[in-house]
Nanobody, 122 residues
Framework: QLQASGGGLVQAGGSLRLSCSAS??????MGWFRQAPGKEREFVAT????????YYADSVKGRFTISRHNSKNTMYLQMSSLKPQDTAVYYC???????????????????WGQGTQVTVSS
C-alpha cells in the first residue's frame, strides 16, 4: 500500500526529495526510517495526519523536512545539506493509529514501503 520513490545519487551538500504514495486509506501517522549497510533500521521523521505534529531524529533536524499532501495521499521528505552518513535505504511507513509518543518505534507502524536508495558521495 506504500510506494517510495525519489532516491538517487547526490553529492554532499546537495538535496533530494523522497515521495511515498499511499493507496487504500489515509493513515493517521506516516513516517520515514532508514537503514544503512550493516546497521539497524532507524527513525528519521514522522508526521501526523494533517502535518500538525512532526518529529525528527536529532541527526536530521534542521536539514530534513517531512510533509504530506492528503488529497494526493502522498508523503514527502525534503532532504537538504546531505552528508555521506545519510547514505541508506529509506523506507516509508504508516500507522493506522495516531500516537503521541514512541513515534520512533518500528513496531508501532503497520505498513512499510519497499525502500528507496539514497547515496551521498563525499
Amino acid at each position: 500500500q506504500l510506494q517510495a520513490s525519489g532516491g538517487g545519487l547526490v553529492q554532499a551538500g546537495g538535496s533530494l526529495r523522497l515521495s511515498c504514495s499511499a493507496s487504500g486509506r489515509i493513515f493517521s501517522t506516516m513516517g520515514w526510517f532508514r537503514q544503512a549497510p550493516g546497521k539497524e533500521r532507524e527513525f528519521v521523521a514522522t508526521t501526523s495526519w494533517n502535518g500538525g505534529r512532526t518529529y525528527y531524529a536529532d541527526s536530521v533536524k534542521g536539514r530534513f523536512t517531512i510533509s504530506r499532501h492528503n488529497s494526493k495521499n502522498t508523503m514527502y521528505l525534503q532532504m537538504s545539506s546531505l552528508k555521506p552518513q545519510d547514505t541508506a535505504v529509506y523506507y516509508c511507513a504508516a500507522a493506522r493509529d495516531a500516537f503521541y509518543s514512541n513515534y520512533d518505534v518500528i513496531g508501532n507502524y503497520d505498513y512499510w514501503g519497499q525502500g528507496t536508495q539514497v547515496t551521498v558521495s563525499s
